[in-house]
C-alpha cells in the first residue's frame, strides 16, 4: 500500500515556474515507478511525465516536453515536477500516481496508487 500526497500549487503568471513535491509512505517507494498527471474542468485526465523506479530514466508528453522535468529522490520517498515556463494551457489538477514495477508508463490505467491532486492555474 502507497499513499500518497501532492503539494506546491498554486496561482501563477504565464513565464513563471512552479515546482510540484509528491510524498509517498512506506518502505517500498523505490520499487514503484511514479508519474505526473494532470486534469483540466471538462477534459480528460492526461499523461505528464513519468520516471522509472531508479530513476534513471524519464519521459514526457509533448505538450511540456523541454518545459517540465520529473525527479525523485528515494531516499526522502518523494517525486517532483519542476515546471518551468509556464503556460494557461498547462492550469489543471495535478496528480502523482504510483506504479508497481520498474518501468515508467504513460497509461494511467497502470498506476495503482493516486494522490489527491493540486491545483495549477497560470494566468496570462
Known sequence: QVQ????????????????????????????????????????????????????SMTYYADSVKGRFTISRDNAKNTVYLQMNSLKPEDTAVYYCAASPGPWGRRDRYEYDYWGQGTQVTVSS
Open 4 to 55: 500518497l500526497g501532492e503539494s506546491g500549487g498554486g496561482l501563477v503568471q504565464a513565464g513563471d515556474s512552479l515546482r510540484l513535491s509528491c510524498a509517498a509512505s512506506g518502505r517500498t517507494f523505490s520499487t514503484y515507478a511514479m508519474g505526473w498527471f494532470r486534469q483540466a474542468p471538462g477534459k480528460e485526465r492526461e499523461f505528464v511525465a513519468t520516471i522509472r523506479a531508479s530513476g
